[in-house]
């Protein structure tokens, strides 16, 4: 891709995480309290079975558990951790820990991807959890030692899920709404049981609650994931994830406009230093990890003829 269709590319994902940024005004203003299995059950499960439908296709194959495995850690297991940390840790501590997610990435795609680890992320990793830091925090806050642990573990599910689908692609012929149906569906039949289990079913839903989840399963789940996939498939997976720390700037400003919380010249200044974190991890590096959109997932070690090639053009649905 052309340096402006990057810049495209890198906007219209970026859409993603700045939706999801509005999860915690929606969790807390509109959906049932303390419900974070039903909050994540309701994001995958009823659109991941309408794009199923719609689609009229399953995985075959290895692509039963890689789908399972994509959609527990980019949807199931991501979501509920971010909502219970969310739940148990005051002050934005959650968006602090997680916005560590970037550095997972740039290990794992070193690991599992073959990219070069450079001294330009490093510096981007640290401004972009500076940032989030002036964001959020507001002073000392008691931490919850189970809310750290999943906001950690959140960051490690979202880093993993993202050089997971950077390295397996999806599979020849399957449309990225199919794709992304398979994944909803995936974490959403996971999660139902722990639902039923341990929380059961609400007393009661109010007009608030389902416009909570229309919200949810609409916005915050069909379309903004079928772009964030999309925005896997064109763009390095580092740069990928600097783009979801749009969603804690999002969220503070949400609670600006919309509950009349106050905004320091340190959030600004935080919103600023986040900003040259994002543009920072965007500059190019070379992505060897990269599959073609719409194929199957390459051999471990691609021929250096392959390397030498330039990478296709995306193929089948877009955006």
Request: proline residues 8%.
């Amino acid at each position: 891709m052309t340096s402006r269709q990057n810049i495209r590319t890198a906007a219209l994902t970026g859409l993603a995480p700045a939706v999801w940024g509005s999860t915690y005004l929606v969790a807390t203003e509109l959906l049932p309290p303390d419900r974070p299995l039903l909050a994540t059950t309701m994001r995958a499960l009823p659109g991941g079975l309408v794009l199923l439908a719609l689609g009229r296709r399953l995985p075959a194959g290895a692509w039963w558990w890689r789908v399972v495995a994509l959609g527990v850690l980019n949807l199931g297991a991501f979501n509920f951790l971010l909502f219970f940390a969310a739940y148990r840790l005051p002050g934005g501590i959650a968006a602090v820990i997680m916005s560590a997610q970037p550095v997972f990435v740039v290990i794992l795609a070193a690991l599992l991807l073959g990219d070069r680890i450079r001294a330009l992320h490093a510096l981007a990793c640290a401004m972009g959890a500076g940032g989030v830091a002036l964001l959020v925090l507001r002073g000392p806050v008691p931490l919850d030692g189970l809310g750290v642990l999943a906001a950690v573990g959140g960051a490690l599910c979202m880093a993993l899920g993202i050089t997971l689908t950077k390295r397996w692609g999806r599979p020849e012929g399957v449309g990225l709404l199919t794709f992304t149906g398979w994944q909803l569906t995936a974490a959403g039949v996971v999660l139902l049981p722990f639902w039923l289990s341990l929380e059961g079913l609400p007393e009661r839903l109010t007009g608030s609650h389902v416009l909570g989840f229309a919200h949810l399963i609409t916005l915050g789940a069909v379309l903004s994931y079928f772009v964030w996939f999309r925005g896997i498939e064109r763009l390095p997976a580092v740069a990928v994830s600097f783009l979801a720390l749009a969603s804690p700037v999002v969220a503070t400003l949400l609670g600006y406009l919309v509950k009349d919380e106050t905004l320091s010249v340190l959030q600004i200044v935080g919103m600023a230093v986040i900003l040259g974190a994002v543009v920072l991890g965007q500059r190019p590096g070379r992505d060897r990890g990269t599959t073609p959109p719409g194929t199957a997932a390459p051999g471990p070690a691609p021929a250096p003829r392959d390397l030498r090639e330039p990478l296709p053009t995306t193929s089948g649905e877009t955006a």
